[in-house]
């Protein structure tokens, strides 16, 4: 049974980091990416490691404040957030896909799998 299982969010102030890691298992995705939704708003792209990390994408919103990295050995992918904003606060889900195609990456649906997701907070 495939699963995508995240951990590492929790309360951090303005200006502080987190990591986030996301363990697959059943299964290996050649992309695997992070989200992330805010109370209200719709799922939003945040981060990809494209193609066993031949490439990294990020939104806009997080270049230079976010790294996304993957340990291919583990089947993990680390997401981490520095200089952190309270618009970051939102529940961070991780995703692996398989068929993705660049012009795709910032759709949900594009993906075959998503773990759970990982609270995090940052007050402001």
């Known amino acids: 049974q495939e699963q995508l299982v995240e951990s590492g969010g929790g309360l951090v102030q303005v200006g502080g980091s987190l990591r986030l890691s996301c363990a697959a298992s059943g299964r290996t995705f050649s992309s695997m990416g992070w989200f992330r939704q805010a109370p209200g708003k719709e799922r939003e792209f945040v981060a990809l490691?494209?193609?066993?990390?031949?490439?990294?994408y990020y939104a806009d919103s997080v270049k230079g404040r976010f790294t996304i990295s993957r340990d291919s050995a583990r089947n993990t992918v680390y997401l981490d957030m520095n200089s952190m904003k309270p618009e970051d606060t939102g529940v961070y889900y991780c995703a692996g896909g398989n068929r993705l195609i660049l012009s795709t990456i910032r759709q949900p649906n594009a993906y075959d799998s998503w773990g759970q997701g990982t609270q995090v907070t940052v007050p402001s």
């Open positions: 490691s494209w193609r066993r990390g031949s490439n990294t």
